[in-house]
C-alpha cells in the first residue's frame, strides 16, 4: 500500500469515481462523517441505495441535518465512526469520505475496527482521504496542517489490512476539481465550520487570503485536489 503514488492519478470527481468502483443500488449504505450531507444527498439520489444510514460526530451539523425532509430513504444519526450503533454483519457498504482523519487519533484502529465489525461478509468499506500534496494543501495547512492525522488514518488502514481484518481490494488516486467563486465562499466552507474552531489571528487571515487569491481567475479560484481511495472488503461471502 502507498500513502501517494503520482504516476497514478487521474483526474475525476469523487462520485465518478464512486460509480466506476462501488455497487451501492439497493444497498444498504452507511456513511460515517456524513458532514453538510451534501454527499449524502447525491448518493441517496444518483445511486439508488436501499437505505442510507449517515453518520455525524459535529452535534451542531447533526441538528442540521435532521432537518433535511426530503430524503426518505436517509437517516440521519449521531455518533463516532469509533462505535457504530449497528449490529454485526448488518451493512453491504460502509463509505468514509474524507472523515477518517477527522477521527481522535487513538482511535483510528478501533474505527477500522468497527467498520469491519458491522459490515457483512464479503461488504465493501470506501476509505477516501486527502493526499498531503497540491495548491489547495498549501492553502489549508497555513491555518490546519493535517499531515500527522493524515499519515495516521493511512497507517490506520494499513494495520487493518495487515490484520486480515480487512482486505486490499484496490488503490485509486484522483485529482478532484474544487473551484470557489470567491474567498468569501472559501472561508464559508473551510474556515468557519462547526466541527473544528480555527485559532486564526488577523495577521493569518490575511495570509491564507493572500495565498487563496493568487488562485483567482476572473470566474474564481479552481484547483485539483489529490486524494486516494483504498477500498477494502470485509474476508468472507
Given at each position: 500500500?502507498?500513502?501517494?503514488?503520482?504516476?497514478?492519478?487521474?483526474?475525476?470527481?469523487?462520485?465518478?469515481?464512486i460509480q466506476?468502483?462501488?455497487p451501492?443500488?439497493?444497498k444498504l449504505?452507511?456513511?460515517?462523517?456524513?458532514?453538510?450531507?451534501?454527499m449524502?444527498?447525491?448518493?441517496?439520489?444518483?445511486?439508488q441505495?436501499?437505505q442510507?444510514?449517515?453518520?455525524?460526530?459535529?452535534?451542531?451539523q447533526?441538528?442540521?441535518?435532521?432537518?433535511?425532509?426530503d430524503?426518505?430513504?436517509?437517516?440521519?444519526?449521531?455518533?463516532?465512526?469509533?462505535?457504530?450503533?449497528?449490529?454485526?454483519?448488518?451493512?453491504?457498504?460502509?463509505?468514509?469520505?474524507?472523515?477518517?482523519?477527522?477521527?481522535?487519533?487513538?482511535?483510528?484502529?478501533l474505527?477500522?475496527?468497527?467498520i469491519?465489525?458491522v459490515?457483512?461478509?464479503?461488504?465493501?468499506a470506501?476509505?477516501?482521504e486527502?493526499?498531503?500534496a497540491?495548491?489547495?494543501?498549501?492553502?489549508?495547512?497555513?491555518?490546519n496542517?493535517?499531515?500527522?492525522?493524515?499519515e495516521a488514518?493511512?497507517?490506520?488502514?494499513?494495520?487493518s489490512v495487515?490484520?486480515?481484518?480487512?482486505?486490499?481490494v484496490q488503490q485509486?488516486?484522483?485529482?478532484?476539481?474544487?473551484?470557489?467563486?470567491d474567498?468569501?465562499?472559501?472561508?464559508?466552507?473551510?474556515?468557519q465550520?462547526?466541527?473544528?474552531?480555527?485559532q486564526?489571528?488577523?495577521a493569518?487571515?490575511?495570509?491564507?487570503?493572500?495565498?487563496?487569491?493568487?488562485?483567482?481567475?476572473?470566474?474564481?479560484a479552481?484547483?485539483?485536489?489529490?486524494?486516494?481511495?483504498?477500498?477494502l472488503?470485509?474476508?468472507?461471502?
Amino acid at each position: 500500500m502507498q500513502i501517494n503514488e503520482p504516476e497514478k492519478y487521474q483526474t475525476a470527481t469523487e462520485l465518478e469515481i464512486i460509480q466506476q468502483h462501488l455497487p451501492i443500488q439497493d444497498k444498504l449504505l452507511l456513511e460515517l462523517g456524513c458532514g453538510r450531507a451534501w454527499m449524502t444527498r447525491q448518493l441517496a439520489e444518483r445511486f439508488q441505495p436501499r437505505q442510507i444510514i449517515a453518520t455525524e460526530v459535529d452535534t451542531i451539523q447533526h441538528g442540521k441535518n435532521l432537518l433535511i425532509d426530503d430524503l426518505p430513504n436517509v437517516t440521519f444519526t449521531a455518533g463516532g465512526a469509533e462505535a457504530i450503533d449497528l449490529e454485526d454483519n448488518s451493512v453491504d457498504v460502509v463509505i468514509m469520505l474524507k472523515s477518517l482523519h477527522h477521527v481522535p487519533l487513538p482511535l483510528m484502529g478501533l474505527a477500522l475496527s468497527e467498520i469491519a465489525r458491522v459490515l457483512r461478509p464479503g461488504g465493501l468499506a470506501y476509505i477516501s482521504e486527502p493526499v498531503y500534496a497540491g495548491d489547495f494543501n498549501e492553502i489549508l495547512r497555513l491555518f490546519n496542517d493535517e499531515k500527522q492525522v493524515r499519515e495516521a488514518a493511512f497507517a490506520a488502514v494499513q494495520n487493518s489490512v495487515a490484520k486480515n481484518e480487512l482486505l486490499l481490494v484496490q488503490q485509486i488516486f484522483f485529482n478532484a476539481p474544487g473551484s470557489y467563486r470567491d474567498f468569501a465562499e472559501f472561508d464559508e466552507r473551510m474556515i468557519q465550520v462547526t466541527h473544528t474552531n480555527h485559532q486564526i489571528d488577523e495577521a493569518l487571515y490575511r495570509r491564507i487570503r493572500n495565498a487563496f487569491n493568487r488562485h483567482m481567475d476572473e470566474d474564481g479560484a479552481h484547483f485539483l485536489k489529490p486524494s486516494r481511495v483504498d477500498l477494502l472488503q470485509k474476508p468472507g461471502s
